[in-house]
């Protein structure tokens, strides 16, 4: 297939702007973050689980549907010898955010390596090991989003408004 001739849907106000992809059901746990701020902003998404290891052949073809959808991003969570956010990226011109996933065995090194050292010319934007990786990268989705779309973009600001308030109100400082 040409997946460079695929053609581009045109978006409506339901169709995912984001997707969310992770190497097991065991990864779950930490992607939800990303699923609840991209909930929480009101920004349309879809999740799957793809492995690159034990899916292989789905990897191109989700590349290709995440063209044809015109999604923004791809969030794609992995942990351990984490190639799958690497794959992807190596399929598909649509940015993808790496969210490291804790390993049981090394923490999660093996993970944040793994999906940082790309070679030059296949980039990964690479986020924390863990929580605040998948909440970021869900946050980095929003920002990206936010440079074409006005709702998002005033969403985005009053989180990041509400965020230093909830500092600024914490009853534990001085000064209130
Ligand atoms: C990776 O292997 C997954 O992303 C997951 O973090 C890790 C372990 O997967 P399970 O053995 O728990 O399915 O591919």
Redesign the pocket.
Known sequence: MDRVSEPVQINTPDSPRVGVV??????FPTMEGALDVLKSLDIPYEVRVL?A?RTPDLLPSYAARAERLNLACIIA????A?H?PGMLAAFTRVPVLGVP?Q?RALGGLDSLYSIAQMPGGIPVATFAIGAAGAKNAALFAAAILATTDEGVRQRLSAFRQQQTQSVLDDPFFEGH
């Open positions: 992770m190497g097991s059901r065991s990864d492995s290891h969570g992995a942990g351990g984490a799958l996933v390993s």
